[in-house]
Every structure is written in structure tokens, then in C-alpha cells.
């Protein structure tokens, strides 16, 4: 693995740790030239993914992408990093074993929308405000109503 400081061609792997679902491997790596640290995952890939967006263009499924739509949604809230990666390896794992290659991103949304819901009712209002493209105040009251008579 290349240093993401130097591009030295050589790191080492000081600690690997499985994470707590089993999908993902957690290196720590130190570069042996500019003595830098960084982390870095290791995921089990089944298939290659290709999100079919509303207007019908084809694009690779990019993991990182999903991770930061979530974090972002997560963000300022008491939810830690690796929770954040066990709903990113749980949806991953929900669209790789649908054994369809092709994913529209509607589905993608859904299952993350539902994910966040489980997870924090805040950041579930923050993606679907995006995901649902809020326009109006009202559009988050109409929203947080129903999402209060759900209870």
C-alpha cells in the first residue's frame, strides 16, 4: 500500500482488527520513510454494482460515496464511526446479496433512509431533506409529522 504522505511504495501494517459485523478489516499502517500513521479498510466486494440514477445514466457503486452521504447525515450526532460503517457494510451486504448487478439509486436511498431511521430520527429528517429535496419549511413539518404519528 502506497503512502497517502509520501507515496512511498511500501507501508507496513502495525494492527488489524475485524470489525464487529464481520464485513470489514481495520489496518493501522505506519510509513517506514516519513514515519506517517493512517488506517485503512479491507471489504468483502461479491460483485461489481452499477447505481442506475433517475435520468437512467449507469455509474459505478461507489462504497465511499454511500459512507459519506451517512456520515453527513450522522454528523454532530453521538454516533460513532464504526457505527457508521456497520450501516454502510449492512446496506453494501443488502445490494450485493439482492444478486441484481444493477441498483437504482431510489433503492439505495430507501435502504439508507431506513437504516437512519433505526439509528437516529435526526439524521433520518437531514437525509430524507436532501433525499426528498425539501423546498419549504413546510416540507420538514409534513415530514416530521408523519414521522411522529409513526411512533
Not at 468483502?44 to 457503486?61: A, E, G, S
Not at 436511498?109 to 430520527?121: C, I
Not at 437525509?127 to 409534513?142: H, P, Q, W
Request: aromatic share 10%; charged share 30%; glycine share 4%.
Amino acid at each position: 500500500m502506497r503512502c497517502p504522505f509520501c507515496s512511498y511504495p511500501d507501508t507496513q501494517v502495525k494492527d488489524s482488527r475485524t470489525s464487529e459485523d464481520g464485513y470489514s478489516i481495520r489496518r493501522r499502517r505506519s510509513c517506514p520513510k516519513c514515519g506517517s500513521r493512517f488506517t485503512t479498510f479491507e471489504h468483502i466486494q461479491m460483485r461489481d454494482l452499477i447505481v442506475v440514477k433517475k435520468n437512467d445514466v449507469r455509474v459505478p457503486f461507489e462504497r465511499e460515496k454511500l459512507y459519506r452521504s451517512i456520515f453527513l447525515a450522522l454528523r454532530k450526532r453521538d454516533i460513532s464511526p464504526e457505527q457508521v460503517d456497520q450501516v454502510v457494510n449492512g446496506i453494501v451486504h443488502q445490494l450485493e446479496s439482492s444478486g441484481e448487478t444493477e441498483i437504482r439509486s431510489a433503492t439505495i436511498g430507501e435502504l439508507v433512509m431506513e437504516a437512519l431511521l433505526s439509528l437516529d430520527k435526526v439524521a433520518y429528517v437531514r437525509y430524507a431533506s436532501v433525499y426528498k429535496n425539501f423546498t419549504r419549511t413546510e416540507d420538514f413539518e409534513e415530514f416530521a409529522s408523519k414521522l411522529t404519528t409513526k411512533k
